[in-house]
């Protein structure tokens, strides 16, 4: 178990409908860090937040977003969703927001759209 | 930028083998390295990491690695497979002086023959 938690475990709706998916850090980890794992992309970094500010952006869709509220737990929020929107999405976090620090990862929300 | 290639998206060996996982980066400095693990259903556990010094880095369930900066790369060995390394394995870079963002390998996926 890492210390990191993810909800909900999967997810199933329907093409242009909008979801929200949840992630509580470690106990004391400042960063959040999301990604998306599909087949056909393999695990791609999304975005990362530290302390609730936004720090670093991968190759997130304009129709997704993020926040990292004062308590620190995270919410990705997909819009618009498409059938390729279907997807593991992981959140990680660390202590600190360098590349240096070691991510820990939550078990993943397993998204289908349908 | 950062960029990481693992050439073997399959590899098979029998119990009891030798293995080495090839991971290759491109980046102009030494960047931070990392390989993580990831079971099936789970999220990903890092196995070890890189950032200077001794060139063989040991990390956790028998595996080690070496940083070979004249071939750019960060192969994952371990002496000798159990059955329970069947796995997919990420090999990942994080850029020491720009972001702040990890990039993912495309992952290779290890089956152990009994």
């Known amino acids: 178990d890492s210390g990191v938690t993810q909800t909900p475990k999967h997810l199933i709706t329907a093409t242009g409908q909008r979801v929200t998916l949840r992630c509580s850090p470690r106990?004391?980890?400042?960063?959040v860090y999301w990604y998306q794992q599909s087949l056909d992309q393999g695990l791609q970094f999304l975005i990362q937040?530290?302390?609730?500010?936004?720090?670093a952006k991968g190759n997130i869709l304009e129709r997704f977003s993020a926040q990292q509220f004062p308590d620190l737990h995270s919410e990705l929020n997909l819009s618009s969703l498409e059938l390729g929107d279907s997807a593991l999405y992981f959140c990680a976090s660390s202590r600190d927001q360098g590349a240096h620090n070691e991510q820990f990862f939550g078990p993943g929300t397993r998204l289908t759209v349908l | 930028a950062q960029s990481v290639t693992q050439p073997d998206i399959h590899i098979t060996v029998s119990e009891g083998a030798s293995l080495e996982l090839r991971c290759n980066y491109s980046y102009g400095a030494t960047p931070y390295l990392f390989w993580y693990v990831q079971s099936p259903g789970q999220g990903l556990q890092l196995l070890l990491k890189y950032f200077s010094g001794d060139t063989l880095v040991q990390g956790i369930k028998g595996f080690e690695a070496e940083f070979k900066r004249s071939q750019s790369s960060f192969n994952l060995r371990k002496p000798s497979v159990h059955w329970s390394d069947a796995a997919e394995y990420f090999c990942a870079v994080g850029a020491r002086f720009e972001t702040y963002k990890y990039i993912f390998g495309t992952g290779t996926r290890l089956k152990v023959l009994a």
């Open positions: 937040y530290y302390n609730g500010e936004e720090r």
């Open positions: 106990s004391g980890d400042l960063s």
